[in-house]
């Protein structure tokens, strides 16, 4: 049995392809701005943007930069066999960026009273990734 079989039934895990440019980028110091113009589709780049902004108080900025991780996210994720639902797992390193711009975008959500979009994606985190849920949260 694999370790990531599902018992009930229910959709596999998807697993984004690694695209280790963007990660490596980031830690090296490369601004998060430059990083996503170089990889606009990377969901990590956008994600790094949003947490910046936000810690720097500036939360509709930060709640653009989300959306436009979450957005590519969900591209790169249906490209990868998503139909919608199922598990996201943080475990997979490239997963990460997606769940952290989902993340911030619930977090942001919060901030500016949108409580529908934050309880839409708070429960879309916890039901892709509850790891993420709770390491993110």
Not at 15 to 21: K, V
Not at 33 to 58: C, F, H, K, T
Not at 97 to 104: K, M, Q, V, Y
Request: proline share 9%; charged share 20%; with cysteine.
């Amino acid at each position: 049995m694999s370790i990531h079989e599902n018992l009930l039934g229910g959709p596999p895990p998807t697993h984004l392809p690694d695209d280790p440019g963007p990660r490596e980028a980031l830690a090296a110091g490369t601004a998060p701005a430059d990083v996503a113009a170089q990889y606009p589709a990377s969901s990590l780049a956008w994600a790094q943007l949003a947490d910046e902004a936000y810690e720097g108080g500036r939360v509709v900025e930060s709640y653009a930069y989300a959306r436009t991780g979450y957005h590519r996210g969900l591209d790169s994720l249906r490209r990868s066999g998503w139909k919608g639902h199922g598990p996201v797992p943080f475990e997979h390193e490239p997963n990460r960026g997606f769940l952290r711009a989902l993340h911030a975008l619930a977090r942001a959500a919060k901030a500016i009273g949108e409580q529908e979009e934050y309880e839409r994606c708070t429960t879309f985190l916890a039901e892709s990734s509850p790891t993420a849920a709770e390491t993110l949260t």
